[in-house]
């Protein structure tokens, strides 16, 4: 089955995304757990939690995709700041627990300056603190594009985070524009990239994908979305994904430069390269 869906705005909480999601034929869906520029985050709604899992339940959804504040970077230079974004991803894990059986996915966080291995060491410790052994959540590590300092823009990275980790709930979410913008060529050698995941990783920490296009060439590390088929990656790829057996059954996120009507659009038209 595919598990098909967007980034749904949370202000009418748990329930009111699923309404959404439904209505523009989606069966999974992304949101952001607070403020996706600042760190203000919602109180929290037991009771809607407790609903959105029954009707998750009900309507076969698959795994939501959970996503962290783009300002949260667990690796910058100032250690206030990573304290405090420290805390923030405890308590965005712990908010999490309510929805048990999802996903949270981040951007791994830029190093400014501070080298890659120092960086990583960063985002090693942050995660160890924030993660509870019994925690029933999987966090994912985002794929990047290896723009300026950014972590993640190599797969050899991202598994250094997860050994560094060592935790079974722990994994990756490749998005098509970042691995793509990162020098791994999607377009003419899907399988080729899913082996390197493989080797590097292990594919069984491939949990789920963001779909995006991109405006910009291969390996140009530039990370600007465009939507499906308007962009270097072309229809074709996003053909070869939803298809491929290696990643049916992972929640796919559409996060391509749109409005609610034009993301209908778009799940209908991936639904169709599947049934094609």
Not at 63 to 85: I, P, Q, S
Not at 95 to 124: C, K
């Amino acid at each position: 089955m595919l598990f098909i869906g967007c980034h749904l705005s949370a202000s009418k909480g748990n329930v009111g995304m699923i309404q959404t999601a439904e209505e523009l034929g989606a069966n999974t869906f992304a949101f952001f757990t607070r403020n996706p520029r600042g760190s203000q985050a919602k109180p929290l709604d037991i009771a809607d939690c407790e609903k959105a899992m029954e009707l998750l339940r009900q309507k076969n959804f698959g795994k939501l995709v959970a996503h962290g504040a783009y300002t949260m970077n667990l690796c910058t230079a100032r250690e206030k700041d990573r304290l405090f974004t420290r805390e923030l991803l405890k308590d965005d894990l712990s908010r999490m627990a309510y929805l048990p059986g999802n996903f949270y996915n981040f951007h791994p966080g830029s190093h400014v300056g501070q080298g890659v291995e120092t960086g990583i060491s960063q985002i090693v410790e942050a995660l160890r603190y924030a993660m509870e052994p019994d925690h029933p959540v999987t966090v994912l590590l985002e794929t990047m594009a290896g723009k300026g300092s950014e972590i993640g823009g190599r797969f050899e990275e991202l598994k250094v985070i997860i050994d560094g980790v060592g935790s079974e709930r722990i994994g990756v979410c490749m998005d098509t524009c970042h691995v793509y913008d990162a020098g791994y060529d999607i377009v003419n050698d899907l399988d080729g990239v899913l082996e390197e995941f493989d080797r590097v990783i292990g594919l069984d920490r491939l949990c789920a994908l963001h779909l995006n296009d991109s405006k910009n060439p291969f390996s140009s590390h530039k990370d600007r979305h465009e939507c499906i088929g308007k962009g270097a990656l072309g229809e074709e790829t996003f053909r070869n994904i939803v298809n491929h057996p290696l990643l049916k059954g992972k929640p796919m996120i559409l996060e391509t430069p749109n409005e609610l009507p034009d993301y209908a659009k778009e799940i209908a038209l991936l639904r169709q390269m599947e049934n094609d």
